[in-house]
């Protein structure tokens, strides 16, 4: 199985900062096949990238996603205090598909 | 507008059945390509995919589960229902339905999720 470690596991910045998130695989994506939601508590978890750097429909551009291999990183390039979340990532590259363990951003 | 929901016992002990239902709106699960899983997170782990259920009735599990799972679609047309058997407390979980995003093997809508504890 392809083990997904995100890094760091909680994240404290301010309100217009910028967000670097890590998802690092075991072994290589195939094909990049790389997710990430992000999850606010009390709501269901929404969809933000898919295929490392693909933005979902409606998600803002100050979200983007990259990477290959084995090392993806989600970023959030003005933090607005909606985006105060966990954010998971998810590879479906190899069965089975397996998830991240997450990141919490938090306000500082 | 697509929503899913999932319901089901707070509580279960040790060696019972837990029995789950995905109430889920806005698509039907008898489309071509449709499709719809369950996953877990137990508490301060990982998500873990658990099984899936597609639109002409084909059936998944995690090779780690299998034995102890069961996906269906409810007696309702818009339910899918899972059933894990002799439930164990390491099973004390969140447990997610979610639905694919197409032919692609990732979730474009989730429900809130149900916890569960297993607790004598």
């Known amino acids: 199985d392809i083990v997904l470690t995100q890094s760091p596991g909680t994240l404290s910045s301010s309100p217009g900062e910028r967000a670097t998130l890590s998802c690092r695989a075991s072994?290589?994506?195939?094909?990049?096949?790389l997710a990430w939601y992000q999850h606010r508590p009390g709501q269901t978890p929404r969809l933000l990238i898919y295929?490392?750097?693909s933005r979902a429909t409606g998600i803002p551009d100050r979200f983007s996603g990259s990477g290959s291999g084995t090392e993806f990183t989600l970023t959030i390039s003005r933090l607005e205090p909606e985006d105060f979340a966990v954010y998971y990532c998810?590879?479906?590259?190899?069965?089975?598909?397996?998830f991240g363990q997450g990141t919490k951003v938090e306000v500082k | 507008q697509v929503t899913l929901k999932e319901s089901g016992p707070a509580l279960v002990k040790p060696t019972q059945t837990l029995t789950l239902t995905c109430t889920f709106s806005?698509?039907?699960?008898?489309?071509?390509?449709?499709?719809v899983s369950w996953i877990r997170q137990p508490p301060g782990k990982a998500l873990e995919w658990l099984a899936r259920?597609?639109?002409?009735?084909?059936?998944f599990y995690s090779t780690s589960l299998k034995t102890r799972l069961t996906v269906s679609k409810g007696t309702s047309i818009n339910q899918v229902v899972l059933t894990m058997t002799n439930m164990d407390p390491v099973d004390t979980a969140t447990y997610y339905c979610?639905?694919?995003?197409?032919?692609?093997?990732?979730?474009?809508?989730w429900g809130q999720g149900t916890p569960v504890t297993v607790s004598s």
């Open positions: 806005g698509f039907s699960l008898n489309t071509r390509g449709m499709r």
């Open positions: 998810q590879q479906y590259g190899s069965s089975p598909r397996t």
């Open positions: 072994q290589s994506v195939s094909g990049s096949y």
């Open positions: 979610a639905r694919y995003a197409g032919s692609w093997d990732y979730f474009d809508y």
């Open positions: 295929a490392a750097s």
């Open positions: 259920i597609d639109w002409n009735d084909d059936k």
